[in-house]
């Protein structure tokens, strides 16, 4: 080893030392790294859910029948409902205003005699609709009781149903349908996100701020290795991020792990280079630890939590909101994240998303060396 690399190898060893210590004491660093992390997973995991269970559904039979009994068992049994029993249609409504239930089924007199007609059967639902997404759900789980009582009692009556549609369902990567198995992995793309661009983002700003990056400037230490230095124990800070993250996953909320670790290790790696180029780009141009937190969230946090498909799905955005999600890392490792832990390793999901991580790393990486310089002003 030459004598001008020895240097360089000392100098580095010396700034990562720095950095590390500056970690160690600092406690907000290690609670975001590692604590942050746990604390989202267990409010997501189990705080939140897309799913609809437990709806309390209004239940109005005008004319008790032997089928009118049959088919309000469905709902007795389904997990999805809670349902309340009214003699009239306007008790019902009546409940549904004062929000005692979030939906009405009702079946008239003659629904007995409908059966036995070559007609399709009718039934109405009134559905609360303050909620569209629940509303939506609410009338595929009604429609499916429908179908599979319907479908139940042709076989044991022998009587002819005209049932509009016969559904068969294969709910492929999800098939619980859990909201969970979707959430999570999306959190971990938020968990990343704030290690590596919000962290990072004040690590340039605390040095001019304190005064320290005088110090390092006048020292033979060149920016290339300034950067480095600071990025790599965040790096690692990260990557151990991902790992407590990924067993909470698999162990602490079931969620399957269908892809390779490889795949998984490797896309993140992308993602936290391109995090940390963001946060340090954002740190050498803003130069005050508050404004660099400012911008940090504002340009990382938020949309990898809203426009990264974590929650929202992509598609059912406005079209110059979906343009705008292309130039966002967390779409693309949201994606890499939900196809690796439900999917495997579906490589035309996969390596494109991996191609534009690569490249966004890359363009944050060069954009933060070209902006920070030796110089005070």
Same mark, same amino acid.
């Given at each position: ?178 909201? +969970?198995?979707?959430? #999570?992995?999306?959190? @971990? =793309?938020? *968990?990343? !996100?704030?290690?590596? &661009? ?88 803003? +130069?005050?630890?508050? #404004?660099?937190?400012? @911008? =940090?969230? *504002?340009? !990382?946090?938020?949309? &990898? ?73």
């Amino acid at each position: 080893m030459s004598g001008s690399m020895r240097k360089r190898v000392m100098r580095m060893r010396g700034l990562i030392r720095k950095e590390f210590l500056q970690v160690l004491r600092d406690p907000s660093a290690l609670g975001i790294a590692f604590i942050l992390p746990a604390v989202l997973l267990l409010l997501f995991g189990y705080g939140v859910s897309l799913d609809a269970k437990s709806v309390p559904l209004a239940i109005v039979v005008e004319q008790p029948t032997a089928e009118t009994t049959s088919f309000c068992g469905k709902f007795e049994q389904s997990r999805y409902f809670v349902p309340h029993h009214y003699r009239s249609l306007h008790e019902a409504v009546e409940a549904m205003r004062r929000g005692e239930v979030d939906g009405i089924v009702h079946l008239r007199a003659d629904f007995g005699e409908q059966l036995r007609r070559p007609r399709p059967a009718e039934i109405q639902v009134i559905l609360n609709g303050v909620d569209a997404n629940t509303a939506r759900i609410v009338s595929g789980y009604v429609q499916n009781v429908f179908v599979l009582w319907a479908s139940e009692y042709l076989r044991t009556s022998g009587t002819q149903i005209a049932v509009p549609v016969r559904i068969e369902q294969r709910v492929w990567f999800n098939a619980n349908v859990r909201s +969970r198995n979707f959430l #999570v992995p999306g959190v @971990i =793309a938020v *968990i990343m !996100t704030l290690i590596g &661009a919000l962290l990072t983002a004040l690590l340039m700003a605390r040095e001019w701020e304190r005064g320290t990056m005088e110090a390092l400037i006048v020292t033979p230490v060149s920016i290339a290795e300034i950067l480095l230095g600071k990025m790599l124990p965040y790096f690692l800070l990260g990557m151990g991020g991902l790992l407590l993250s990924t067993f909470m996953a698999i162990t602490v909320f079931d969620v399957p792990l269908r892809g390779s670790a490889t795949v998984l290790i490797g896309s993140s790696a992308l993602f936290l280079l391109a995090a940390l180029g963001m946060g340090l780009f954002i740190s050498s141009v803003a +130069r005050i630890q508050f #404004v660099a937190a400012q @911008i =940090a969230i *504002i340009t !990382t946090f938020l949309p &990898a939590f809203i426009l990264s498909g974590f929650i929202f799905d992509i598609r059912s955005m406005p079209r110059p909101i979906q343009w705008i999600t292309h130039i966002i890392p967390a779409r693309y490792y949201v994606s890499i994240l939900q196809t690796v832990f439900l999917a495997g390793d579906v490589g035309p999901i996969v390596w494109p998303n991996v191609a534009v991580l690569a490249l966004m790393a890359a363009f944050f990486l060069v954009a933060t060396r070209r902006v920070t310089r030796k110089r005070l002003d």
